[in-house]
């Protein structure tokens, strides 16, 4: 049977201050050994995502922006699938809503009670707020389906997330920002991409990786969902797969111990 790794980034693979994969490695050596799918579900943005592909050397299918779009190079699957956009490398699923959209209204609530989103941010506030470099700063600002935001008193967090509700829109909290959104999240993405590699490979079983609210929806949609510990050691919630480390220790620790089984 085939296995399947889905996997968040920030504070999953990526040590949440470093953002380095370096604990990981053993168990990407195996997988990669094993040519075994290993797809970056994320809120981060296409193009922050094309450079850690890079340095993985992943040539796998990826998810942005928290459920947002579905990257799927072109020549990976065998069969014709539906899609909404394409360009030279990917067929694009996007399920998404149009960024402008997502502007708006945070300029609207934004008006009443205090928050900064990355829009607003230059690229060297981005770069000091998120411990970013001035370049993946840029590239983390390109967003296409997901805007990210932070709130300046936490007495408003009830309030703002209710009006984001009120104009049908969704949010998710992540390891550093909240994320205004659409109606896709991580698990519909996930989803999809299953049934598309059930198409191509018969019968598979996945697996996912996460450490933050932003990452349930995926763990619900996959055989087996981990969740990595915060630097504090602790678990953002009881109901999954315990990694037993955190971050990326995590990671390797989880990912060793679902592909070594047979
Ligand atoms: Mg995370």
Redesign the pocket.
């Known amino acids: 049977m085939r296995k399947i790794i889905f996997t968040?980034?920030?504070?999953?693979l990526l040590d949440h201050d470093t953002y380095s994969y370096a604990k990981a490695k053993p168990a990407l050596n195996i997988i990669k050994k094993n040519k075994i799918p290993l797809v970056i579900c994320t809120s981060k943005t296409r193009v922050e995502i094309e450079q850690y592909r890079k340095k993985l050397g992943n040539k796998h299918p990826f998810i942005s922006e928290n459920g947002g779009g579905i990257f799927i190079p072109k020549k990976y699957f065998r069969f014709r699938f539906k899609y909404n956009k394409e360009d030279r490398y990917y067929f694009i699923i996007r399920l998404g809503a149009g960024y402008k959209r997502l502007l708006k209204v945070l300029s609207s609530i934004k008006k009443r009670y205090g928050l900064i989103c990355f829009h607003d941010m230059s690229v060297d506030e981005l770069a000091k707020d998120a411990g970013l470099s001035r370049e993946e700063a840029r590239l983390a600002k390109r967003r296409e389906f997901d805007s990210a935001f932070r709130i300046l008193n936490p007495l408003h967090e009830k309030k703002i997330l209710t009006e984001i509700k009120k104009r049908k829109l969704n949010y998710t909290i992540?390891?550093r920002y909240y994320h205004i959104m659409g109606n896709s999240d991580k698990g519909k993405a996930v989803r999809i991409l299953s049934e598309l590699f059930k198409r191509e490979y018969g019968e598979i079983m996945t697996i996912g990786i996460?450490?933050?609210q932003?990452?349930f929806k995926m763990l619900d949609n996959v055989d087996n969902g981990y969740l990595v510990m915060h630097k504090n050691r602790r678990y953002s919630s009881k109901k999954y797969l315990k990694a037993g480390d955190i971050g990326p220790e995590g990671w390797n620790k989880a990912v060793k111990k679902e592909v070594q089984v047979d």
Not at 8 to 12: F, V
Request: no cysteine; glycine share 24%.
């Open positions: 968040d980034l920030d504070g999953t992540g390891d996460g450490d933050s932003n990452d």
